[in-house]
C-alpha cells in the first residue's frame, strides 16, 4: 500500500511541474522587402503572432492602417506616399511585441522603373515578355 501511495505522490509531482514556455513568434506571410515606384502606392503587408502587437515606422511618407492589433493573422494597409526627393529612399516598418521584433524594409525608387533585356520589358514592376 505505501508502494502505491508513493507512487501516487510521485506522478502527483512530475505532473505539477511548470509549463513549458509557450512559442512566441511572429511569421510572415509575404515578402522582407517591399519595392515599389515613385508615385503614391497602396500596398499591404501580411503576418501571424502569438500576441499582441505594435507596428512602427521611422518614416514620415508611409502611412499605416493600424499601428496595433492582437492574436493571429493580420494584414495591414500601407500608403506609400509620392517620391519626389529626386533620391531613392527606405523605409523601415517593425512588428514587435515583448522582444520579438520582425522588420519589414520599403524601398521606393524616384523615378518610374523601366528596364529592357533581350526578352523582356519590365515598367513599373509588370515585366511583358516577347519573342523573337
Known sequence: MKKVYLLLTLLCLVSCSENEDLVRTIEKSDNDIIKVNMVE?????????TNCWKLTTDSSWIILSETAGNIGDNVVEIVIKKNDTGKNR???????????????????????????????????????????
Open 41 to 49: 502606392n497602396t500596398t499591404s503587408i501580411s503576418f501571424t503572432t
Open 90 to 132: 527606405e523605409a523601415i516598418l517593425v512588428v514587435a511585441f515583448d522582444d520579438i521584433k520582425h522588420p519589414f524594409l520599403i524601398k521606393q525608387s524616384c523615378e518610374n522603373a523601366f528596364e529592357l533585356s533581350e526578352k523582356s520589358i519590365t515598367y513599373n514592376s509588370k515585366i511583358l515578355t516577347f519573342e523573337l
